[in-house]
């Protein structure tokens, strides 16, 4: 049996959730309506006007759904700020999710619209884990996409991850930004929890501290075998031959080497080439450039296309905030996954599909699964009891079932990142740019189809929809991509 998450100082998993979770829960509890239901998570679109999704998030996830439960002081703050009956309280105090997950593992490439985590439980049990399920894959997802992304952008060039001091979540990003390929954090404590490589320079203060530059530069020498320098605190080409001096000195007396110098502001294309060149001209051609200060995928490729000498980047607020581009109406800061049922079997043991009827926001009905072409070509959402096609992968993996982790479920943060760059590897360039022309084609299987038009003739039926409000509808539904032959 897996152990329980420690539970931080603070930390009250049963009330992780917004207000209308727990009234919806009562609701259900005083009518008796507490069938087994299926939720999707998924997301309507990719991030950052791109076309893939890296799937991150799901330990934590989990480890959210292990430890949910309310506590006796929990349960007094619910009874204090709604009048719950009592007896709604008491089975509150027994809560413990029993149902079973499905879900893609992290460092999978997902598209939108596909689940990335399918939900069956009772239905309260179900309700009550939305929004921590959704604030747990959101914000990993979005980061680890944002950082896939920064990594491509840099050709190979190290990424080190430096958002500590602006990121929503430091410890989910920095365990995101690896998934995504960066290869390091500055972020000590993550370092420790996630065993990461920690790097970093030092500041402009140390700088600052001495009289001179150079007083500057010898003292970080003489304190460390390999250091790097920073060299815009003041000038950065007189910075390079006062660094280039002390390296010397350092080397001759102390054995003592420069690994790399540090380009934090200014003109960091004719800075870095007039960095270059001396560092070649004083046979120090192996001392590595780094370029930081408000850097993202955009600006990294700015950067190279116009001849950079940049050997590695450090990039903070971009990967802590998941920022995108308001210059180029690229939007950021949040993923957007939603939380959708789709399934429900009610008392009476009848099965129910369920959708919302919304324009472009409509839901798929049904219990799904998603398949992969084995060339990338396409992924085919169908559902539950169709035929498996003939060559393709299944996405969604068992993780928890009758509220026990199912084996294997939350594989070493290494493995996770080698499934990453794997599947980064596999996906095809056209859908790995920054900016995507085509979206990647996932197809709607002729079953789901018809289960979603039979759900709406359904509704209609029963008088929830009109037939131009269903008409709408079907109007404003994203079209099915092409599949590619």
């Given at each position: 049996?897996?152990?329980?998450?420690?539970?931080?100082?603070?930390?009250?998993?049963?009330?992780?959730?917004?207000?209308?979770?727990?009234?919806?829960?009562?609701?259900?509890?005083?009518?008796?309506?507490?069938?087994?239901?299926?939720?999707?998570?998924?997301?309507?679109?990719?991030?950052?006007?791109?076309?893939?999704?890296?799937?991150?998030?799901?330990?934590?996830?989990?480890?959210?759904?292990?430890?949910?439960?309310?506590?006796?002081?929990?349960?007094?703050?619910?009874?204090?700020?709604?009048?719950?009956?009592?007896?709604?309280?008491?089975?509150?105090?027994?809560?413990?999710?029993?149902?079973?997950?499905?879900?893609?593992?992290?460092?999978?490439?997902?598209?939108?619209?596909?689940?990335?985590?399918?939900?069956?439980?009772?239905?309260?049990?179900?309700?009550?884990?939305?929004?921590?399920?959704?604030?747990?894959?959101?914000?990993?997802?979005?980061?680890?996409?944002?950082?896939?992304?920064?990594?491509?952008?840099?050709?190979?060039?190290?990424?080190?991850?430096?958002?500590?001091?602006?990121?929503?979540?430091?410890?989910?990003?920095?365990?995101?930004?690896?998934?995504?390929?960066?290869?390091?954090?500055?972020?000590?404590?993550?370092?420790?929890?996630?065993?990461?490589?920690?790097?970093?320079?030092?500041?402009?203060?140390?700088?600052?501290?001495?009289?001179?530059?150079?007083?500057?530069?010898?003292?970080?020498?003489?304190?460390?075998?390999?250091?790097?320098?920073?060299?815009?605190?003041?000038?950065?080409?007189?910075?390079?031959?006062?660094?280039?001096?002390?390296?010397?000195?350092?080397?001759?007396?102390?054995?003592?080497?420069?690994?790399?110098?540090?380009?934090?502001?200014?003109?960091?294309?004719?800075?870095?080439?007039?960095?270059?060149?001396?560092?070649?001209?004083?046979?120090?051609?192996?001392?590595?450039?780094?370029?930081?200060?408000?850097?993202?995928?955009?600006?990294?490729?700015?950067?190279?296309?116009?001849?950079?000498?940049?050997?590695?980047?450090?990039?903070?607020?971009?990967?802590?905030?998941?920022?995108?581009?308001?210059?180029?109406?690229?939007?950021?800061?949040?993923?957007?996954?939603?939380?959708?049922?789709?399934?429900?079997?009610?008392?009476d043991a009848v099965e129910h599909p369920k959708l919302k009827l919304a324009g472009s926001k409509t839901t798929w009905p049904g219990r799904k699964e998603v398949y992969r072409h084995p060339a990338w070509e396409e992924d085919i959402i169908q559902l539950e009891g169709e035929p498996a096609p003939a060559g393709y992968t299944r996405l969604l993996r068992p993780v928890m079932r009758a509220g026990r982790m199912a084996p294997g479920s939350l594989p070493p943060l290494s493995e996770v990142w080698e499934l990453a760059q794997a599947n980064l590897a596999r996906l095809p360039e056209r859908?790995?740019?920054?900016?995507?022309?085509?979206?990647?084609?996932?197809?709607?299987?002729?079953?789901?189809?018809?289960?979603?038009?039979?759900?709406?003739?359904?509704?209609?039926?029963?008088?929830?929809?009109?037939?131009?409000?269903?008409?709408?509808?079907?109007?404003?539904?994203?079209?099915?991509?092409?599949?590619?032959?």
């Amino acid at each position: 049996m897996p152990m329980m998450p420690r539970r931080a100082p603070g930390y009250h998993p049963g009330l992780y959730t917004d207000m209308y979770h727990p009234d919806s829960a009562y609701v259900s509890w005083v009518t008796g309506r507490n069938g087994l239901t299926t939720f999707d998570l998924y997301t309507r679109t990719a991030p950052f006007s791109g076309a893939y999704l890296l799937v991150a998030g799901l330990e934590a996830a989990l480890e959210f759904v292990l430890s949910f439960r309310y506590t006796p002081e929990e349960l007094a703050f619910l009874a204090r700020i709604r009048d719950y009956d009592p007896a709604f309280l008491d089975e509150l105090a027994e809560f413990r999710f029993t149902g079973d997950i499905v879900a893609m593992p992290e460092g999978s490439i997902a598209f939108p619209n596909e689940p990335l985590l399918r939900v069956t439980a009772p239905f309260r049990e179900a309700l009550l884990m939305e929004s921590g399920l959704l604030h747990a894959v959101n914000l990993a997802t979005l980061i680890a996409t944002k950082a896939a992304r920064v990594v491509c952008a840099a050709q190979g060039r190290r990424i080190s991850e430096f958002a500590f001091r602006r990121a929503q979540n430091p410890l989910v990003v920095a365990r995101s930004s690896y998934i995504g390929g960066c290869t390091s954090t500055s972020l000590l404590a993550a370092a420790f929890e996630y065993r990461l490589l920690a790097t970093g320079t030092v500041p402009h203060a140390l700088i600052q501290l001495f009289e001179t530059e150079e007083d500057a530069f010898s003292a970080v020498a003489e304190s460390f075998n390999r250091y790097t320098l920073l060299l815009d605190t003041y000038d950065p080409r007189r910075a390079i031959q006062t660094a280039i001096a002390v390296a010397r000195r350092a080397q001759t007396t102390l054995g003592h080497t420069l690994a790399a110098v540090r380009l934090d502001s200014g003109d960091l294309v004719a800075d870095s080439q007039y960095v270059r060149e001396q560092l070649v001209a004083a046979d120090m051609g192996h001392v590595r450039i780094l370029a930081s200060g408000d850097l993202d995928e955009f600006e990294i490729v700015r950067l190279l296309e116009a001849g950079a000498q940049v050997d590695a980047f450090g990039v903070g607020t971009a990967l802590g905030a998941g920022v995108g581009d308001p210059t180029q109406g690229i939007p950021g800061g949040a993923l957007g996954g939603v939380y959708k049922e789709a399934w429900y079997v009610g008392e009476d043991a009848v099965e129910h599909p369920k959708l919302k009827l919304a324009g472009s926001k409509t839901t798929w009905p049904g219990r799904k699964e998603v398949y992969r072409h084995p060339a990338w070509e396409e992924d085919i959402i169908q559902l539950e009891g169709e035929p498996a096609p003939a060559g393709y992968t299944r996405l969604l993996r068992p993780v928890m079932r009758a509220g026990r982790m199912a084996p294997g479920s939350l594989p070493p943060l290494s493995e996770v990142w080698e499934l990453a760059q794997a599947n980064l590897a596999r996906l095809p360039e056209r859908y790995r740019a920054l900016i995507a022309q085509e979206p990647y084609p996932v197809r709607f299987s002729a079953g789901l189809q018809q289960l979603r038009d039979e759900a709406t003739a359904l509704a209609q039926a029963q008088g929830k929809v009109s037939v131009r409000d269903d008409a709408e509808s079907a109007d404003q539904t994203p079209p099915e991509p092409k599949r590619k032959r």
